[in-house]
């Protein structure tokens, strides 16, 4: 009736961004991430207690935070046979939390794995998937490593919505992702709002959605042959389109700062220089640079350089786990 989980955060390479479904969080179109190592969210979930208690990053959640918790722990009491009771839920995050670098993607994917364990479920990475999503889209991308493909599916009840491994954590040993921390607070307006928004109002968005799943199939074949200016080159053009769709949201959405820019804008001339290092972008003001191994000091410094008050090198990151020492 009690277990524990970590999960790692991911970045999207081809974004998700809009949803066909707002309850049961159904993407408009499939995208691809990358799973980010060390980064992480490990999350106890205990059955059979006397009230339902929810603590997120040392403090009591409540409102929709706390419900969106609770929403996904009663999918599982519905699956389970055994009576499980209310439920309490530690979790904490060693990386900024919801400043554009998946915090709640990881959270939702620790959340799914150890609720599923706690309550004597399957380990099975397809039905943790497909919990994980009804907590936050892209968590369904988490509970494998690697490289993980969210597929947008097509059946109205959510079945065929889940991520599937596509290459593990071992395909590219030699990548790595150079996390630059601009700053350090909350966005404004969180995700799920912003995609809304941008849905029901960005012009651009219909075309985004045809671009991006096509997109997700270049990128397979650009992974699979390990081709780093190629996929650097599509994660660049993927994060322009997808924040241009919230540009011409109304009324307009950045999620970009002066820092972001700035830092962006200086690739091309790191590129020129010799430096293979390229961008992507979530909904947030820090930008995840792709790099190699040899040259991800070179990547650490330009960062330092723009102004990110903190950088954290990344490798691929493995499955959510099980782990032994509870958080309470």
Same mark, same amino acid.
């Given at each position: 009736m009690k277990a524990t989980a970590l999960a790692h955060p991911n970045i999207a390479l081809v974004k998700y961004w809009g949803k066909r479904d707002d309850a049961l969080i159904l993407p408009h179109q499939s995208s691809l991430s990358l799973t980010l190592s060390p980064l992480s969210v490990t999350t106890t979930v205990e059955f059979g207690v006397a009230s339902d208690q929810v603590e997120l990053n040392g403090h009591t959640a409540k409102g929709s935070e706390r419900d969106r918790v609770l929403r996904l722990l009663d999918v599982i009491r519905t699956q389970s046979k055994a009576e499980l009771g209310p439920s309490k839920v530690v979790s904490r995050g060693d990386?900024?939390?919801?400043?554009?670098?998946?915090?709640?993607?990881? %959270?939702?994917?620790?959340?799914?794995?150890? %609720? &599923?364990?706690?309550?004597?479920?399957?380990?099975?990475? &397809?039905?943790?998937? $497909?919990?994980?999503r009804l907590g936050s889209g892209s968590a369904c991308r988490s509970v494998q490593g690697g490289f993980c493909e969210w597929q947008r599916g097509e059946r109205p009840d959510g079945e065929d919505s889940f991520a599937v491994q596509r290459f593990d954590a071992a395909h590219w040993p030699d990548l790595r992702m150079v996390v630059a921390i601009l700053d350090r607070g909350e966005k404004e307006v969180k995700s799920r709002d912003g995609m809304?928004?941008?849905?029901? /109002?960005?012009?651009?968005?219909?075309?985004? @959605?045809?671009?991006?799943?096509?997109? @997700?199939?270049?990128? &397979?074949?650009l992974i699979a042959q390990r081709d780093l200016q190629g996929l650097g080159e599509l994660c660049e053009r993927n994060a322009w389109r997808m924040h241009a769709t919230s540009f011409a949201a109304n009324p307009p959405l950045s999620y970009m700062n002066?820092?972001?820019?700035?830092? $962006?804008?200086?690739?091309?001339?790191? &590129?020129?220089? %010799? $430096?293979? @290092?390229?961008?992507?972008?979530?909904?947030?003001?820090?930008?995840?640079?792709? /790099?190699?191994?040899?040259?991800? @000091?070179?990547?650490?410094a330009l960062a330092r350089a723009c102004g990110a008050v903190d950088v954290i090198r990344c490798t691929p990151g493995g499955d959510a786990v099980l782990k032994q020492e509870h958080l309470f």
């Amino acid at each position: 009736m009690k277990a524990t989980a970590l999960a790692h955060p991911n970045i999207a390479l081809v974004k998700y961004w809009g949803k066909r479904d707002d309850a049961l969080i159904l993407p408009h179109q499939s995208s691809l991430s990358l799973t980010l190592s060390p980064l992480s969210v490990t999350t106890t979930v205990e059955f059979g207690v006397a009230s339902d208690q929810v603590e997120l990053n040392g403090h009591t959640a409540k409102g929709s935070e706390r419900d969106r918790v609770l929403r996904l722990l009663d999918v599982i009491r519905t699956q389970s046979k055994a009576e499980l009771g209310p439920s309490k839920v530690v979790s904490r995050g060693d990386f900024p939390m919801a400043a554009g670098l998946a915090s709640s993607a990881a %959270g939702f994917a620790a959340l799914a794995v150890a %609720g &599923r364990a706690a309550a004597g479920l399957s380990s099975e990475p &397809r039905e943790a998937s $497909i919990l994980a999503r009804l907590g936050s889209g892209s968590a369904c991308r988490s509970v494998q490593g690697g490289f993980c493909e969210w597929q947008r599916g097509e059946r109205p009840d959510g079945e065929d919505s889940f991520a599937v491994q596509r290459f593990d954590a071992a395909h590219w040993p030699d990548l790595r992702m150079v996390v630059a921390i601009l700053d350090r607070g909350e966005k404004e307006v969180k995700s799920r709002d912003g995609m809304k928004l941008t849905v029901d /109002t960005s012009p651009y968005y219909p075309a985004w @959605v045809k671009d991006a799943e096509a997109e @997700v199939v270049q990128s &397979r074949a650009l992974i699979a042959q390990r081709d780093l200016q190629g996929l650097g080159e599509l994660c660049e053009r993927n994060a322009w389109r997808m924040h241009a769709t919230s540009f011409a949201a109304n009324p307009p959405l950045s999620y970009m700062n002066a820092g972001t820019l700035g830092l $962006i804008q200086h690739l091309k001339e790191q &590129r020129k220089k %010799g $430096i293979p @290092v390229w961008f992507t972008l979530d909904a947030g003001p820090n930008p995840v640079l792709l /790099t190699d191994a040899a040259h991800e @000091v070179a990547a650490e410094a330009l960062a330092r350089a723009c102004g990110a008050v903190d950088v954290i090198r990344c490798t691929p990151g493995g499955d959510a786990v099980l782990k032994q020492e509870h958080l309470f």
